[in-house]
């Protein structure tokens, strides 16, 4: 009846469902995400920003974000947020050093960063999603949120490694928050608040590919030249005459997990701006990856499952049963040998059952 | 042994064990249970951060790491012994065949509660079973629908015990007939999902300690599930023996207990070599608690190994369920590792769950107990003592004799 031969029959039949499931996936694996050809994004320069923070209040103002109240070393203010949260899409924030009297030095100085939604090409919040309630927008690229779609189940707030979507924990109805560019202006002229009221073009709104151009166009300038700085949206009429300052060599942005829409220019390395050091290739992909490879056309589950259930018919039919040898007595057959090496079926019962 | 019956139905010698349902101990899980109860109340009036710890840097927390992830894959269990008797056809473990799927059925409907009081817009969870919302790359997804249709197939497997003791044998016959159906597609979908908890993790990226993240997490999550469900099996076979006074089948769980030593020792391989593939393995002799806890866990994993190696040594009572400790909390050790301790998001966050947080969760593991112990008094889920005629009687505490 039992013996080793069945074992070893259902052990490799297990061994087969389980490599049917891991198949590799390497020469599947799912392509990078292309950034869509009008993706829309924006452009922070913080040699540019002067920390005014205007872009915080049109922010709160323009989304309907409630204000919130911040404990400070110098009293409590309510129009201080010191990060992004269920509650605010957009901040400043501000790295320092030592004296902190020279703008955009490493020492003694000091710097501003924006943290806002970066609109992935390929977003782990919307490969997390189980509900569809994130996706990305074929032509726009805008990470989209839906109110109507999300569980709350908070997965998002787990895969971005920008740490961008935010949860309100502090009500029996909750949502996910998180910036998208302030789409809904867009159809009567104006575009995402934030670029709109920033008085140096710190933040700047356009499409990527152009404010790419415009990277380019700045790092190539020396520094110490003069040049034009445009202001709101990039080919738009406003713009003024700056001076360039020396920028690190890295554009935050420009290969972070597969790329994202907004760009950070900065004059101190971004580590120290507390921007997360990422890898190029998105997570989303790894991960979409391996899924697909275990469920592609649910062939190999399918497989498996017809296997299980052919062999569980075999055993469980009451044929079966009755064509069954009767039972053999004690030597049980041998359970399979761990790794350690050991000999094969021997009486390990010397008492019987207890008590 | 019983190898002669071998479908579900005929476990004749499963009987209820009868006995008063209320004693200091049941009264005691009612009251954990009853302390939950208010927290949640609190939890749904007030919303998540009036009674967690959770927040953005660690959006989740206890209640999905321990009562869904662990919770889970404890219950492995239910899969792995209905592998064993039914598709590998090793008759001689049907008398554990009905605990282990009563067990089962009790923690996958844990994980499935612990996530409604978890999720944020539980009004809206319907969602993840309709097709209009479905979002087929997310990990999630499968994951949640694998576990719903999962908790469901259980109590489709389990409900030949419930129709026993109702005495319904028509319902209870076509049942039996369409069985073999449920046992497959019931060892399919635990191996999907208990896959897929680790895979959860991948999209998650350098967010996750280089120890922990890799594209082997599903394999790591199934090898080491597996190892954690018969460990479970084997303490609880071990505690219900005694508190029941029934016949321990000391034999049996040192038997699934060297099966899952083989479990135990593909993980560490597994874990290792891919550790030494990507180098990562510097990081472990890095002084950080995560590297702390990397080998604590590893400790675990290698303890039974060491415990219950031989096969004499299996035969040792204590032993083994010493070693079937080691071996299921080394599985919880390593969920929390992967989940919590190797989870970081940035500088400024903090996480360690909070009295509400651990109340809920004692709670749900208190429920889970009271219902088992319910279950077992008034249903034919262990084996009755007396042995292989059909027992209807409660004749529990008769020591049951071998039958060779």
Redesign the interface.
């Known amino acids: 009846?039992?013996t080793r031969r069945?074992?070893l029959?259902?052990?490799a039949?297990?061994a087969a469902?389980?490599a049917a499931?891991?198949v590799t996936g390497d020469a599947e694996a799912r392509e990078a995400r292309p950034m869509p050809e009008e993706a829309l994004g924006l452009l922070f320069d913080g040699t540019l920003c002067i920390g005014c923070r205007a872009c915080i209040a049109a922010c709160k103002d323009v989304n309907g974000m409630p204000a919130e109240r911040t404990k400070l070393e110098i009293g409590n203010y309510w129009d201080a947020p010191l990060d992004i949260?269920?509650k605010t899409l957009n901040v400043i924030k501000c790295y320092r050093d030592g004296a902190g009297t020279h703008k955009d030095e490493v020492k003694d100085g000091f710097a501003f960063t924006k943290t806002s939604c970066m609109h992935c090409v390929d977003p782990?919040c919307v490969?997390?999603?189980?509900?569809?309630?994130m996706t990305k927008d074929p032509v726009t690229g805008i990470v989209h949120y839906s109110l109507e779609?999300?569980?709350?189940?908070?997965?998002c707030?787990?895969?971005c490694?920008f740490?961008v979507p935010?949860?309100?924990?502090?009500?029996?109805?909750?949502?996910i928050s998180k910036c998208q560019l302030c789409e809904p202006r867009y159809a009567d002229g104006h575009f995402s608040a934030c670029a709109e009221v920033c008085p140096t073009g710190a933040t700047l709104f356009g499409k990527t590919k152009d404010l790419k151009v415009e990277v380019a166009r700045r790092k190539a300038l020396k520094p110490g030249d003069k040049t034009e700085f445009p202001r709101g949206r990039i080919g738009g009429t406003d713009s003024y005459l700056g001076v360039i300052k020396k920028y690190v060599e890295h554009v935050y942005g420009e290969k972070e997990?597969g790329g994202t829409q907004v760009l950070h220019l900065s004059g101190v390395p971004f580590d120290l701006l507390?921007k997360?050091?990422?890898?190029d290739v998105a997570?989303?992909r790894?991960?979409?990856t391996?899924?697909h490879a275990?469920?592609r056309g649910l062939i190999a589950?399918l497989a498996?499952?017809g296997g299980?259930?052919?062999?569980?018919?075999?055993?469980?039919?009451?044929e079966?049963?009755a064509a069954?040898p009767?039972?053999?007595?004690?030597a049980?057959?041998a359970?399979?040998a761990?790794?350690?090496r050991?000999?094969e079926p021997?009486g390990?019962?010397?008492d019987?059952?207890?008590? | 042994?019983?190898?002669?019956?071998?479908?579900?139905d005929?476990h004749h010698g499963a009987a209820p064990v009868g006995g008063k349902i209320w004693n200091g101990f049941t009264a005691s899980l009612g009251i954990l249970i009853f302390i939950m109860v208010a927290v949640l109340a609190m939890r749904?009036?007030?919303?998540?951060?009036?009674v967690?710890n959770?927040?953005?840097?660690y959006?989740?927390g206890l209640w999905i790491a321990y009562d869904v992830v662990v919770g889970s894959a404890l219950a492995a269990g239910g899969f792995t012994v209905a592998?064993?008797t039914?598709?590998?056809?090793?008759?001689?473990y049907h008398p554990i065949v009905r605990p282990a799927l009563l067990a089962a059925m009790f923690g996958y409907i844990q994980a499935a509660l612990s996530v409604m009081f978890?999720?944020?817009?539980?009004w809206?969870?319907w969602?993840?079973f309709w097709p209009k919302?479905?979002?087929?790359?997310?990990?999630?997804?499968?994951v949640?629908l694998c576990i719903g249709t999962y908790t469901m197939v259980l109590m489709i497997e389990f409900s030949p015990v419930v129709l026993e003791k109702l005495g319904w044998h028509r319902p209870l016959k076509i049942l039996n007939k369409l069985?073999?159906?449920f046992?497959?597609?019931g060892?399919?979908l635990p191996?999907?999902h208990q896959?897929s908890l680790g895979?959860?993790l991948?999209?998650?990226?350098?967010?996750v300690n280089p120890l922990y993240q890799t594209?082997m997490l599903?394999?790591l999550f199934?090898t080491s599930c597996i190892g954690m469900g018969l460990a479970a099996v084997v303490f609880e076979g071990t505690v219900s023996?005694l508190a029941f006074?029934r016949?321990?089948?000391?034999?049996l769980l040192?038997?699934l207990m060297?099966?899952g030593?083989?479990f135990m020792?593909i993980f560490l391989l597994l874990r290792f070599s891919d550790l030494a593939y990507r180098g990562a393995l510097p990081l472990a002799f890095k002084p950080t608690f995560v590297a702390g806890w990397f080998w604590f866990e590893n400790v675990l994993f290698a303890l039974p190994?060491i415990l219950i190696?031989?096969?004499?040594s299996?035969?040792k009572?204590k032993r083994l369920f010493l070693a079937a400790c080691s071996m299921a909390l080394a599985g919880v050790f390593y969920r929390f590792g992967g989940y919590l301790v190797a989870?970081d998001?940035?500088?400024g966050w903090h996480y360690f769950p909070s009295v509400g947080e651990i109340a809920v969760t004692v709670g749900l593991i208190a429920f889970e107990i009271l219902a088992i112990i319910i279950a077992i008094r008034m249903l034919p889920v262990l084996p009755a003592a007396g042995g292989e005629k059909p027992v209807v009687a409660r004749s529990s505490l008769a020591?049951?004799?071998?039958v060779?």
């Open positions: 009846m039992l069945e074992m029959k259902g052990a039949f297990s469902g389980a499931i891991t949260s269920g782990s490969s997390a999603c189980p509900v569809s309630a779609a999300c569980i709350g189940c908070r997965y707030v787990e895969a490694p740490g935010r949860f309100t924990y502090d009500t029996p109805f909750p949502k997990i507390n997360p050091a990422l890898p997570p989303a790894t991960s979409e391996i899924q275990i469920y589950p498996f499952l299980l259930v052919a062999l569980a018919y075999r055993h469980m039919r009451p079966a049963e069954k009767p039972p053999a007595p004690p049980p057959p359970p399979p761990p790794p350690d050991r000999d021997e390990d019962e010397k019987g059952g207890v008590p | 042994m019983s190898a002669s019956s071998h479908a579900p005929q749904f009036l007030r919303g998540l951060g009036a967690t959770m927040n953005d840097g959006p989740w592998f064993i039914y598709i590998v056809n090793r008759g001689e978890d999720i944020g817009r539980y809206e969870m969602h993840m919302y479905a979002q087929v790359n997310s990990v999630l997804f499968e949640a069985l073999f159906f046992v497959g597609f060892v399919l191996t999907m896959s895979s959860l991948i999209v998650l990226g350098p967010q594209t599903p394999l199934l023996s006074q016949p321990l089948e000391k034999e040192g038997k060297s099966v030593l083989w020792a190994l190696g031989s096969p004499k299996r035969g009572r989870y998001t940035g500088a020591a049951r004799g071998r060779d």
